[in-house]
Structures are given as C-alpha cells and as structure tokens.
C-alpha cells in the first residue's frame, strides 16, 4: 500500500515536469534583443494607488525616469487615499521636471459590483484615454497602456523593451510577473513558492502559445494594447474579479496574442514581516482560484498531501514503517520536486539547498488555501487596501 502511495505521487511530479507546460525551467525572459519600431507609440502608464505614501514617490518616480524614446505620461488613479499619496506623487514628477507628464485623477464612489482596484484602474484607464488627455501628440489616445502597481520599482528601460517587444511580435499583450521582495527568513522560503505555485496553475510557455488555451498576466506591470482592451470590453468587463491580472489576460488572449514572462529589472519594494502578509496574500484569492468549490478544494488539498507530503514522509518514517521500495521511491520524488524548485530559487537569489525545504512551504500553502475557503465561508471575503471583495454573505 505504501509503495502504490509513493508511485502516484512520483506520476504526478512526473506529469508535472514533462507534461505542464515547462513551466518550472523559468526561460520566459524579456531579453531586449527585439528591433526599435519605426515610430516609437505613444504610451500612458496607469497606476491605482490606495494609502501609499511611503513608496509612491519611487515607483512612479521609476516610471517617470523610463528612458522610453516615444511620448509617455503617467495617470495615478488615487483611490481616496487619506496619506497624501496623490501630493507626494506629484512632489517626486516636480523634482524630476516631469510635472506636465503626470495627472493624478480622485476615483469617484465604486459603483455597486466593482472590486476596489478594477474602479481604480477603470478611472486611471478613462482618465488616460479621454480626448486631449492622451500621451500621443495632437491630444490622440495612447497606443499602449501600461497597467502598473503603486509598489513596483521598474529598470529605466523597462517600457522601451517591452513596447518594442510586443511591437515585434505583434501582441496585444505582454506582461512581466516582477520580482517580490525576498529577503526575512519566511520570505526566502514562501515567495519562491508563491512564483513557482502560478507558474504550475498558469505555464508561462502555454500562456505565450496562441494555440494554447490557457491565458494570465501579472498585474504588476501588464502593456496592454488600447484598442484591444477597447474590443475585450474594457476594465469593466473584468469589474468583479479578484485574480484581475489572469482575467485581463484571459479576455484578450480571447481576440489575439499574448506573452508573460519572468522580470530581472522591475521588482516590487514591499516587503512581507513576517508569515502573516505572505499567508493574507496567498489567503485572499486562493479559493477564488479554485471557483468556491468545495470538491475542488478537497481535491486540492489531497493533491497538495500526495505530492509534497508523502514523498518526505515516507523517506524519513522508514524506520518506522520499513517499506524500503515505498521511501526509496519517496526518496527520488523529493529529489525530483526539489530540483524543479532550482530555477525559481536561482531567480530570486537563494541556495539551492534549500530546495529541500519545498514540502514544508507546500504544506503552509495547503494551510493558506484552507484558511481562504474558511474565510469566504465566513463572509470575510477578499479585500484590495481595506476594500471588501467578493465574499459569501455570513
């Protein structure tokens, strides 16, 4: 019986790593070797922002500084924020002479059906794309529009390689999942596998091949061609949902291209003290993910035991259950699932001993996705900066 345990959860790791997509070789990279455009468009960069202050003035600042050859302007939808967020904002595009290139817009009430962040990227998005309002010359509507969060820090030559990349390829999409801040203890072992758990639900290799059905993004930073948001429906289309970014890349991956790759250069500046920030992250959409069902929630919980629980069990209780084959083959699966968490640990900078470790971080996310179907039972529901989401009626 062991030994039957041990071999379905050294077939799932094996349908893992040869039939999901690649997904865990981490090569989906923007590498900047694709030709300048013959005219470089005009792009409008849109950032909600909600209670800010402390990092706003960097992260739109980075977007300020985008050495990006075409006209550029910078909307920072502030979501009634009641720390100056706005002023501060408008502060840092003084001291860098870039004050006309910046509009800061007041998001008016959220309209009934609205998740807090979507109203806020509606407003930015309209406020971007109302005549005369545009970056592009003669008061034209921006090409692109690159969707951003108020805690992203992006390279200088962040928009340039991606405007020219999907200018190349002729997307309508192309999105880079930023790096997160990594550096306490329970960042280095939870965020790696925060990366690694949405590259196994969403292949980037898949989620880049137009013959693929399976579509995301990374809300982080996302360039969005305008008039193909234009024709998926706008912001509003996606209005309700909680995973906006996957959403976003779900209805435009609908009507034409789309790519999402890993950032070298653009990271988030917010850190995680601690597990609890880490635990609410992951707690907030995980059962959103899973629909709000129950069956896939025990589904999932059991697949998460027979993949990352069993195999180091069985290896270490050998002396207790002396099923030799059963912890030889849960040897070799540990060792398996340990080197597909390599690359992303390569990504973020940590030892590759530590791949080890990958059991335990799976087990605490099995907690994180429990404790987020318990609190959409309880009617707590998601949240975007103390703004109630989508959560069943206590």
Known sequence: MLLWLALASLAGWAWLVFAQGRFWLCDQRLDGAAPDPAMWPAVTAVVPARDEVDVIA?????????????PLTVVLADDESGDG??????????RLGAGARLRVVRTAPRPPGWVGKMWAVHTGVAEACA???????????????????????HGPRTLRRLVAFAEAERLDLA????????????????IPMFVYGFMTLYPFPRVNDPRARTAGAAGGCMLVRRTALEAAGGIAAIRGEII????LGRIVKARGPIWLGLATSEHSVRPYLGLRPIWDMVARSAFTQLGHSPWALA?????????????PLLALACPLHGDGAAAAVGLGTWLLMAATWVPTL?????????????????LLYAGMTFDSARRYWRGQGATWKGRAGAGRSP
């Open 58 to 70: 960097r992260t739109v600042g980075s977007v300020l500084r985008q050495d990006y050859p075409g």
């Open 85 to 94: 967020t706005g002023e501060a904002a408008q502060r840092e595009a003084a």
């Open 131 to 153: 005549p005369g309002a545009g970056a592009a010359e003669a008061g034209g509507a921006p090409a692109w529009l690159l969707l951003t969060d108020a805690d992203v820090e």
């Open 175 to 190: 999105s880079l999942m930023v790096r997160l801040h990594c550096r306490s203890a329970w960042e280095r072992l939870l």
């Open 244 to 247: 906006d970014d996957c959403a």
């Open 299 to 311: 589904g999932t919980l059991l697949g998460l035991a027979l993949l990352y629980v069993v195999p």
């Open 346 to 362: 390569a990504l973020y900078e940590q030892p590759p001993l530590l791949a080890l470790a990958l059991p335990v971080a799976g």
